[in-house]
Each structure stands twice: as C-alpha cells, then as structure tokens.
C-alpha cells in the first residue's frame, strides 16, 4: 500500500473524514460556481443543510450535457492564476469537457495514481512503462505523475510505436506496464513478431484501463505477458486515471475514497441504490478544488461490491468491473434491461456469443419484450423438443436475470440485419410521445 | 446400413420450405424422401437426397444452418399389421424412435419407413435378430 493511513483508514473514520470534506467542497462550490448555486436553490438546498456524508442525497446530479453548457470554465471554482493543468475529454459530440487542475488536485491526483501502481506491488524500485496517449487525454500524464510520486521511474512511451516500445522494455527491464488492455494484446503480438519472448522479461505488473475490458482478455493478457493484469477506472471529469483499481485479489476495484466518494443509483429515477445493487455509477470529488464535482453521472454501469472487506486490507469500497453504459440501457416494465445481460445469459447457455436482436414492442399498456435468437450449429438440435427445450431454457434464464418474461424467437442465421458488419441490438418500436 | 439424414433449421414463414426446396434443385440434388417437423415458430426440414455432401454445401453456402443425422430405412412388409409388428420389435427391446416418417418406394413400390433412434447401433442390432430388412444407404440414395 502506499498511503495505508488513508487506504486502510477504519470505515467509520474514512465517513467522517468524507463528511468534513463534503461540507468544505459544498461550501466552494456554491460560493465559487454560479451553475451549482443555482442548482442548489432550484432544488432548495443550502451548504448549511449538508451535515455529512450521509446527507449527500440531497444534492442536485450533474451530468456530461451541464459540464459542456459550461464550455470553457463555466465549472471552475478557483481563480485563473491558480490552475497550473487543464485536460479535456474528447467530446464526441460537440464541445469537449474541460477541467482545470490547481497544485492540490495534480498532487492528489498523483497520489491516487500512485496508489494505483501501488495496487500491483509496484514501488521506487519499479519502472513504469506509460504507453496511454500523453496530451488532453489524462491516461498519459496521469500515470507518469503517479510513477514519480511513487518514487519509480516514469518511462513516457506515450501510445503507439510498438516496436519501440517492446526494445525499450527488454532493454530498460520494464516491469510495470500501464496502457489499454487491446493495447497491451498488441505489445505481444508485436513481440511475436520480432522474436522477443515476453515471459523472460522481468515485468510483474500492469494498470489496464480506458476501455471496456473482459475476464476472458485478462487471461490472454496474462497467458501472453508475465505479468497480473489489473484493471483501472478513472474518467477526466473526475480527476483521470487512478479513481479506482484493483487489487491483487483481482476482485473489484478499490475506490480511493478518501478523495472520491461513489453512489450507485438507479439511471431511471435517481435514488441511490444499496451496495451489490447494479446502476449508474456517481461520483463526488472530495477534494477537487480547480473543478468541484458533486454527484457527477458518469453513465458507467456497475454495482458498489457487497462480499464484506478485501483481504488486502484496504477498506475503499470496491465497484465492480464495467458492465455498460446507461445509453444502451432499456426500461421495460419499469426495470432496467441492458442487452449485454441478453448476452450474458446466450454465452452462457452454448459458450458462444449468437447474433441476437432485442425487439421492445408496447400492446396496450405492458411492453412486451421479444428476443431473436439465430440457431448456429452449436445451438441447433435435428429434434422438435431439445430445440424447444433450448427456446425455454433461454426464456427461463432471461426471466431469473432480468426479472422480465421475453419471448424468444429462434431465427435463421443471417436473418437479424448487420451494420457494418456488428449486428443490431435492439430495436425499439414503442411510440411513447 | 445407417443412412445419412440432412437436417435444416427453418422459420416458420411463407415461402421458406420452397426456398430451400429450389436451392437443392439448383444444386442438381435429387430428393428422395422428406419430411417436416413444424410448431407454430419453427420447423426441422429433413432430407433424404441422393448426394448427401453436395446438398449440404449448397444449403451452407446459402447460408443455412444444417445437421447430418443417422437413421435407418426399414421396409415395411406389405401386409396389415407390418409396421404394428416393427414397433413390436422396439418397445420389446426397450428402444426410443426419437421420430419417423414414411414413404412408398417408386420402384418396388413397397412402403419405407425412417426410424430416428436415440442408440442407433442398438436399434440395428435388434431389428437384425427380428429378420426385419433395412434398407443398405446406397439403395435409399438411388431409389
Ligand atoms: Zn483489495
């Protein structure tokens, strides 16, 4: 551990600690930002009204949309003279989302990246191998500022270069990598290439983040490079890279909740949701100064872990790896559906991944929910009744996951239309203007 | 003696069954025997074609999802109670026909029926000790 003072801080201590610093960060906030002022009076709320950490539900959500109405430091807290960073997210859409850092957040920061590194045993002696994009994106600068807070020397690769990158890692005796998890996949298969046996380097560890990531690409990733794959979260509106890893345990990520505070809510109503519980993923910057963020949604689907403390002795609640994003999530009924359950549940019942298509259709009052399913060769069966049988099975396991009774429809193969190669997924018909 | 069944998976829409009735067609394959199993959302399409590799590539090729099966061909003795007697023969030897279909050989125009089994080789062997003829696969492909 690095900071074990504050990562393995008594729970009931860390919540007053949080509290304290939700009052400082209420009070900045609305003294400092007309947007969160404003905010808080339409939702009647004064700083005065938040005692602790407990009273957090209080508080208006911020979302993506009101970070870019702010464009460019319509969000900021501090004076200019004060900001020594700004980063901005890429902005698919539109303007990016700017954040200014002062001395304290790019210290802090630091510091929870360190923690990160930390994570996977690494320490001064290490050296860190940074192939995240260096630039506005945070991945780059994040991790090299945790490296050297770490005391370990930062190797800055930035991304790309691969055949560099894999003579600087024989040569320097890299033994902490951090870069995206494809990208990490893309080291070996270049090392393939060229004749370099990656198992016979001294690497022990690496911090994979900035994408969606699986269990299935850990294993290929450790079967592939000697190391323990171990996933990150950080997200620029929040600080970047270094809000949550994991352990060695590889069961969760630990949020460093002494700077970031995070809220599991339901993405349809709002309400906070009980830890094991899946929802949207909230957070509040405890810390932050250059830009305060209080209840920011950051749209990743996940659950707060509720299987009692981690053996490493930290006590920073775990979130789960990302399960999704709220943009490609389905009400239905009233619950909350996401495809990627769909395919859980398909995977899971012939190991492979079937072309499916979620159809949500509304007849009178109740949405019916139909899912196609094309019948591969795995899946399909010379006898009526095993594919009968199959058609329930499915239908009998989407109802246990996801609380909904669907249709299942086995379909030809090719049928479900593809764009662009990557088929549909859902398709819905409900008209509700 | 096991004769090579093709299997396809077909939706239960207007038009399916002719549509893969002209590829086979196309593909120059004879049909011998067919038979569909159907419930009001799909249906099993299976064939019994004088050559079996060439219709299972051009059903691939158009994309179908298709099985090869193993059944037996048995002949039917042409008197009442021939095929009471076949079943006779199973249920004693406690053998499952997963399903059947029949029919009528143009040449000897005597009535063939297709056992699926659940244990083929089993269902062979007891037929054999009853004195029922089966059909060899080459004489089921060229009839
Ligand atoms: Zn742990």
Redo the contacts between chains.
């Keep these: 551990m690095f900071n074990p003072q504050a990562e393995a801080m008594p729970v009931a201590e860390l919540r007053k600690l949080q509290g304290q610093r939700l009052r400082d960060l209420v009070e900045r906030a609305y003294g400092h930002v007309p947007f969160y002022r404003a905010r808080m009076q339409e939702k009647g709320v004064k700083p005065e009204d938040i005692r602790s950490i407990d009273d957090l539900a209080r508080l208006p959500f911020i979302t993506k949309a009101d970070f870019r109405d702010q464009y460019p430091f319509g969000m900021f807290a501090v004076p200019h003279r004060e900001i020594v960073r700004i980063h901005a997210s890429s902005g698919t859409t539109g303007k990016p989302t700017v954040v200014g850092y002062t001395r304290n957040d790019i210290e802090n920061w630091a510091e929870c990246a360190a923690r990160s590194l930390a994570c996977g045993g690494a320490t001064a002696d290490d050296t860190v191998q940074v192939a995240y994009g260096y630039g506005l994106f945070t991945g780059g600068l994040g991790m090299h500022y945790g490296a050297e807070k770490l005391g370990a020397a930062a190797l800055p690769m930035s991304a790309g270069n691969t055949e560099k990158q894999i003579m600087l890692m024989k040569d320097f005796g890299v033994t902490v990598l951090c870069c995206t998890p494809s990208y990490a996949l893309q080291v070996a298969e270049v090392a393939a290439q060229m004749g370099v046996d990656l198992m016979k380097l001294p690497l022990k560890s690496g911090n994979f983040g900035a994408e969606p990531w699986t269990e299935a690409m850990r294993k290929h990733i450790e079967e592939l490079l000697p190391l323990k794959a171990l996933d990150i979260y950080g997200l620029s509106e929040v600080a970047g890279p270094g809000v949550a890893n994991e352990c060695l345990e590889q069961n969760g990520l630990h949020v460093f909740e002494d700077h970031f505070y995070p809220e599991i809510i339901d993405p349809a109503t709002g309400d906070p949701l009980p830890d094991g519980q899946k929802g949207e993923l909230v957070f509040t910057c405890l810390t932050k100064e250059g830009v305060p963020l209080i209840r920011y949604r950051t749209r990743d689907i996940t659950m707060l872990m509720a299987d009692g403390p981690c053996p490493c002795g930290r006590t920073g609640r775990r979130i789960k790896r990302l399960m999704g994003r709220t943009d490609d999530m389905l009400i239905i009924r009233g619950i909350n559906v996401f495809p990627s359950q769909v395919e859980d549940v398909l995977v899971r019942i012939e190991g492979v991944h079937p072309q499916y298509l979620i159809i949500v259709d509304r007849q009178g009052n109740l949405d019916t929910m139909e899912i196609k399913v094309e019948?591969?060769?795995s899946?399909?069966?010379?006898?009526?009744r095993k594919?009968?049988a199959l058609?329930d099975k499915i239908h009998h396991q989407i109802k246990a996951m996801l609380n909904v009774s669907a249709k299942i429809?086995?379909?030809?193969?090719?049928?479900i239309e593809r764009t662009l190669g990557k088929a549909k997924r859902v398709q819905d018909l409900r008209k509700l203007t | 003696m096991k004769v090579r069944q093709i299997s396809i998976f077909l939706e239960n829409r207007s038009g399916r069954l002719a549509s893969v009735l002209k590829e086979v067609g196309r593909a120059g394959v004879n049909i011998r025997a067919l038979s569909l199993a159907d419930t009001s959302d799909f249906g099993i399409l299976r064939l019994i074609v004088d050559d079996v590799d060439k219709c299972v590539k051009a059903l691939k090729d158009n994309g179908h999802t298709v099985s090869l099966t193993e059944v037996l061909a048995v002949e039917v003795p042409d008197h009442p109670g021939g095929l009471a007697g076949i079943l006779d023969v199973l249920s004693g030897a406690g053998l499952n026909v997963e399903y059947m279909y029949a029919f009528v050989c143009r040449a000897t125009e005597k009535a063939v029926v297709v056992f699926r089994f659940e244990d083929s080789n089993a269902a062979l062997a007891a037929l054999k000790k009853a004195g029922i003829s089966i059909l060899p696969a080459e004489t089921v492909y060229t009839l």
């Design positions: 019948v591969t060769e899946l399909f069966s010379d006898e009526v594919l009968e058609r429809t086995l379909v030809e193969p090719k049928t």
